[in-house]
């Protein structure tokens, strides 16, 4: 390239320095010496600027090819795109009927725990009403059978003590000085007698009692904790501790014995 600005500055020279022509602007000049300059430029001029010049020629062809390939080429992407999003489509299809489906599944396993756990208290619930019933009917012919020991006790206590009475007056009754003792002794002993037959009655009403409200404590913690799994059952809020109940229920007991 340095040669190609050095001839050119030689060509201005000589255009600058040649004679010129008589009334008018041209001048003379050495055609030799241009000629050859001229060729100087040209051999000096790079290839590339004729390429460039190629490229320049060619231009609209090859803006007009690059327009093309990039229309064909938003055609293709745009054509990919609409696959994709198809494709994502059916799989987001796919996904949400799979998740429903487990869902479902899900739904029914849970229904069918929960049923489970409903026959179960139930069966337990029933179990539990059947033994204290048992117990009821244990509690209520042993208290039945005390009371009647302690009434025939007292039965037996009261006529054994008629009869020492009747006896001890009968034997003091020839005895002028002794039968109104033996009067009030008889009555001391027949009114103790009745006193003691009534506080065996009063023990075994109270022991009867006793033994009855302890059974009705229990069967009432027994449907509290059957009526509080079931309201657990219903609500979802974990499974019914019943072992717990009963052992507050037998602290109670405890505690009032």
Same mark, same amino acid.
């Given at each position: 390239?340095?040669?190609?600005?050095?001839?050119?500055?030689?060509?201005?020279?000589?255009?600058?320095?040649?004679?010129?022509?008589?009334?008018?602007?041209?001048?003379?000049?050495?055609?030799?010496?241009?000629?050859?300059?001229?060729?100087?430029?040209?051999?000096?001029?790079?290839?590339?600027?004729?390429?460039?010049?190629?490229?320049?020629?060619?231009?609209?062809?090859?803006?007009?090819?690059?327009?093309?390939?990039?229309?064909?080429?938003?055609?293709?992407?745009?054509?990919?795109?609409?696959?994709?999003?198809?494709?994502?489509?059916?799989?987001?299809?796919?996904?949400?009927?799979?998740?429903?489906?487990?869902?479902?599944?899900?739904?029914?396993?849970?229904?069918?725990?929960?049923?489970?756990? $409903?026959?179960? &208290?139930? =069966? #337990? *619930?029933?179990?539990? @009403?059947?033994?204290?019933?048992? !117990?009821? +009917?244990? /509690?209520?012919?042993?208290?039945?059978?005390?009371?009647?020991?302690?009434?025939?006790?007292?039965?037996?206590?009261?006529?054994?003590?008629?009869?020492?009475?009747?006896?001890?007056?009968?034997?003091?009754?020839?005895?002028?000085?002794? $039968?109104?003792? &033996?009067? =009030? #002794? *008889?009555?001391?002993? @027949?009114?103790?007698?009745?006193? !003691?037959? +009534?506080? /065996?009655?009063?023990?075994?009403?109270?022991?009867?009692?006793?033994?009855?409200?302890?059974?009705?404590?229990?069967?009432?913690?027994?449907?509290?904790?059957?009526?509080?799994?079931?309201?657990?059952?219903?609500?979802?809020?974990?499974?019914?501790?019943? &072992?717990?109940?009963?052992?507050?229920?037998?602290?109670?007991?405890?505690?009032?014995?």
């Amino acid at each position: 390239m340095y040669r190609v600005f050095e001839a050119l500055d030689e060509l201005v020279a000589i255009v600058e320095e040649a004679r010129g022509v008589p009334m008018t602007a041209g001048c003379v000049v050495p055609r030799g010496d241009v000629l050859e300059l001229l060729d100087d430029v040209r051999d000096a001029i790079p290839g590339e600027l004729d390429d460039a010049q190629d490229v320049l020629d060619h231009r609209d062809k090859l803006v007009g090819d690059a327009r093309s390939n990039a229309e064909k080429t938003v055609a293709s992407a745009n054509a990919e795109a609409g696959s994709t999003i198809e494709n994502a489509r059916d799989d987001a299809d796919r996904i949400l009927a799979d998740a429903k489906a487990q869902a479902d599944r899900m739904v029914a396993e849970a229904r069918a725990h929960a049923e489970q756990l $409903v026959t179960d &208290a139930q =069966a #337990e *619930s029933e179990a539990t @009403i059947a033994e204290g019933q048992r !117990e009821y +009917d244990t /509690l209520t012919t042993r208290a039945r059978s005390e009371a009647d020991r302690m009434i025939d006790a007292g039965k037996a206590s009261y006529e054994r003590s008629v009869a020492e009475g009747t006896a001890e007056q009968e034997r003091l009754v020839s005895q002028t000085e002794v $039968v109104q003792q &033996a009067h =009030a #002794e *008889s009555a001391r002993v @027949i009114d103790a007698a009745h006193a !003691e037959s +009534d506080r /065996l009655r009063s023990d075994c009403d109270l022991y009867v009692d006793t033994k009855l409200a302890e059974f009705e404590e229990f069967l009432s913690g027994t449907i509290r904790s059957v009526g509080r799994g079931r309201q657990q059952l219903r609500t979802g809020s974990g499974v019914p501790d019943y &072992a717990s109940d009963y052992d507050a229920d037998d602290r109670r007991s405890e505690r009032r014995r």
